[in-house]
């Protein structure tokens, strides 16, 4: 992991919310409050992403997917990157509640999505009368936006990692009850207990969200890498 703690006070990761959004389950982490403004333990923030670190490189060395999930203006476009150069499913847009409790009927939609894909490039779709391939387009367009990310994704992910606990409650609801591990940023009004490693963390700065999901596409590069050995062998 090659991350030290000066990189993480760089990027402002100790940098925590107002007091009076302070969530006390957060205490273990916040080091102090100064000015009004709850100070993460960058120390615990180090730990925390070691920790979470090593899961995600051991899942992907097993041939795990790992759903990045960041619909928050400041993490959309750091998601959809990261995802993007590591070859991971990614959520950017909302979260279509059912995305991991319903997934068999959310398979189905996709496998919909994939066919009015086909027709367009094959040309069928423009042969159609032009009320019938408009109404097609429209939901094409609803289509991307609720699939961009998952349309290559076969069944549920072995793991998910998450920007922002509480923007992302109902995900991370959907993956404690299809009992698929998060990982996530968890900042000062948040409950680290949701998830099962907590990254204490800013998840409003886009410097901070920046720094750590390098560390977590490092992760998913190393644990290809292992798994690629591995296979040779």
Same mark, same amino acid.
């Given at each position: 992991?090659?991350?030290?703690?000066?990189? /993480? !006070?760089?990027?402002?990761?100790?940098?925590?919310? $107002?007091?009076?959004?302070?969530?006390? =389950?957060?205490?273990?982490?916040?080091?102090?409050?100064? $000015?009004? *403004?709850? #100070?993460?333990? /960058?120390?615990?923030?180090?730990?925390? !992403?070691?920790?979470?670190?090593?899961?995600?490189?051991? #899942? #992907? @060395?097993?041939?795990?997917?790992? /759903?990045?999930?960041?619909?928050?203006? $400041?993490?959309?476009?750091? &998601?959809?990157?990261?995802?993007?150069?590591?070859?991971?499913?990614?959520?950017?847009?909302?979260?279509?509640?059912?995305? !991991?409790?319903?997934?068999?009927?959310?398979?189905?939609?996709?496998?919909?999505? =994939?066919?009015? $894909?086909?027709?367009?490039?094959?040309? @069928?779709?423009?042969?159609?009368?032009?009320?019938?391939?408009?109404?097609? +387009?429209?939901?094409?367009? +609803?289509?991307?936006?609720?699939?961009?990310?998952?349309?290559?994704?076969?069944? !549920?992910?072995?793991?998910?990692? &998450?920007?922002?606990?509480?923007?992302?409650?109902?995900? &991370?609801?959907?993956? +404690?009850?299809? =009992?698929?591990?998060? %990982?996530? *940023?968890?900042?000062?009004?948040?409950?680290? @207990?949701?998830?099962?490693?907590?990254?204490?963390?800013?998840?409003? %700065?886009?410097?901070?969200?920046?720094?750590? /999901?390098?560390?977590? %596409?490092?992760?998913?590069? @190393?644990?290809?890498?292992?798994? %690629?050995?591995?296979?040779? =062998?």
């Amino acid at each position: 992991m090659n991350i030290e703690l000066t990189d /993480l !006070l760089d990027a402002g990761v100790h940098f925590g919310h $107002q007091v009076k959004r302070w969530n006390p =389950k957060s205490k273990g982490f916040v080091f102090d409050h100064r $000015q009004g *403004i709850s #100070v993460i333990d /960058l120390a615990k923030t180090y730990e925390g !992403l070691k920790s979470a670190y090593e899961f995600i490189e051991d #899942v #992907v @060395s097993k041939g795990g997917e790992i /759903l990045l999930v960041g619909t928050k203006r $400041q993490a959309q476009e750091i &998601v959809r990157e990261t995802a993007t150069n590591t070859g991971m499913p990614f959520c950017v847009n909302r979260w279509m509640g059912g995305t !991991l409790t319903n997934w068999k009927t959310i398979t189905t939609s996709i496998a919909k999505y =994939k066919k009015y $894909q086909k027709m367009e490039a094959d040309g @069928s779709l423009a042969k159609l009368p032009k009320k019938e391939g408009s109404a097609i +387009r429209r939901e094409m367009d +609803r289509m991307h936006r609720n699939f961009e990310g998952i349309v290559k994704m076969e069944k !549920l992910p072995a793991a998910m990692f &998450v920007v922002d606990v509480n923007y992302e409650d109902i995900a &991370v609801a959907e993956a +404690r009850r299809t =009992k698929v591990p998060v %990982a996530a *940023i968890v900042d000062t009004n948040s409950d680290p @207990s949701t998830v099962d490693y907590a990254i204490p963390g800013n998840d409003d %700065a886009v410097k901070s969200i920046r720094i750590i /999901l390098e560390t977590i %596409a490092e992760a998913i590069e @190393s644990g290809r890498s292992k798994r %690629a050995t591995r296979m040779a =062998k």
